[in-house]
T-cell receptor, first 112, second 112 residues
Framework: DVKVTQSSRYLVKRTGEKVFLECVQDMDHENMFWYRQDPGLGLRLIYF???????EKGDIPEGYSVSREKKERFSLILESASTNQTSMYLCASSSRMEETQYFGPGTRLLVL | GEDVEQSLFLSVREGDSSVINCTYTDSSSTYLYWYKQEPGAGLQLLTY?????DMKQDQRLTVLLNKKDKHLSLRIADTQTGDSAIYFCAEAGGTSYGKLTFGQGTILTVHP
C-alpha cells in the first residue's frame, strides 16, 4: 500500500513565525504535491515537484516555498505565517507512470 | 485554464441512491477521478475512469462519463451513513508531472 505521511495533524503558530510542514512517501514516487483546502474552494495547488531539487509553482504559491532534497520528502515552508494561511494542508504523491495521486492525512494549521 | 465544477451539497436517505455530478472544461482530459474525504482525513481514491470509456462499475459505485458534454457522475447505490463525506471530482489533463485539477467537493449527508 502507498503510504504518505505528514509530520503533524494539527499545528498552532503565531503570525510572523516560520512554519515547516513535512511530507514523506514510501513508494519511490517522482511527483509530489502540496495543496491547501478551504471550504467551498476545493483543493488548490501551491507547489509541486517532479524530481529531487526540482519544483514548480502551482496556482497559489505566494507566501510559500518548498524544498525537496530527497526523493521521499517534500517540505512546505511558510516564511512568515499570516492569519490568511490558516487552512488544511494536504500532501500527495504520484509516480511518473500514472497520474493517480495518493494523499496524506493532512495538517490543520491555525495561525493566530 | 482548466475548471472543474461540482454542486456543494447533497442529502439523501439511507438505502437510496446518491448521484454526484461534475462538469469539466478540459477537452484533453485523460483520466477522471473520484476521491472521498472523511472528516478530518486526507483524500482517499475511490475510483477513476479513462477518457475513452463511458461507464465503469465497481461494487456499489457506478461512474458515467459523457465526454461530449464534459460531464462526469458518481452513483452510489444503497447509500449508507458511512458514505457521508466530501466527494471530489478531479481531472488529469495530460499535462506534464501528473497535475490534477479538483472540483470544490460535494458534501454528501446520509440521513437514517
Amino acid at each position: 500500500d502507498v503510504k504518505v505521511t505528514q509530520s503533524s495533524r494539527y499545528l498552532v503558530k503565531r503570525t510572523g513565525e516560520k512554519v515547516f510542514l513535512e511530507c514523506v512517501q514510501d513508494m519511490d514516487h517522482e511527483n509530489m504535491f502540496w495543496y491547501r483546502q478551504d471550504p467551498g474552494l476545493g483543493l488548490r495547488l501551491i507547489y509541486f515537484s517532479y524530481d529531487v531539487k526540482m519544483k514548480e509553482k502551482g496556482d497559489i504559491p505566494e507566501g510559500y516555498s518548498v524544498s525537496r532534497e530527497k526523493k521521499e520528502r517534500f517540505s512546505l515552508i511558510l516564511e512568515s505565517a499570516s492569519t490568511n494561511q490558516t487552512s488544511m494542508y494536504l500532501c500527495a504523491s504520484s509516480s511518473r507512470m500514472e497520474e493517480t495521486q495518493y494523499f496524506g492525512p493532512g495538517t490543520r494549521l491555525l495561525v493566530l | 485554464g482548466e475548471d472543474v465544477e461540482q454542486s456543494l451539497f447533497l442529502s439523501v436517505r439511507e438505502g437510496d441512491s446518491s448521484v454526484i455530478n461534475c462538469t469539466y472544461t478540459d477537452s484533453s482530459s485523460t483520466y477522471l477521478y473520484w476521491y472521498k474525504q472523511e472528516p478530518g482525513a486526507g483524500l482517499q481514491l475511490l475510483t477513476y475512469i479513462f477518457s475513452n470509456m463511458d461507464m465503469k462499475q465497481d461494487q456499489r459505485l457506478t461512474v458515467l462519463l459523457n465526454k461530449k458534454d464534459k460531464h462526469l457522475s458518481l452513483r452510489i447505490a444503497d447509500t449508507q451513513t458511512g458514505d457521508s463525506a466530501i466527494y471530489f471530482c478531479a481531472e488529469a489533463g495530460g499535462t506534464s508531472y501528473g497535475k490534477l485539477t479538483f472540483g470544490q467537493g460535494t458534501i454528501l449527508t446520509v440521513h437514517p
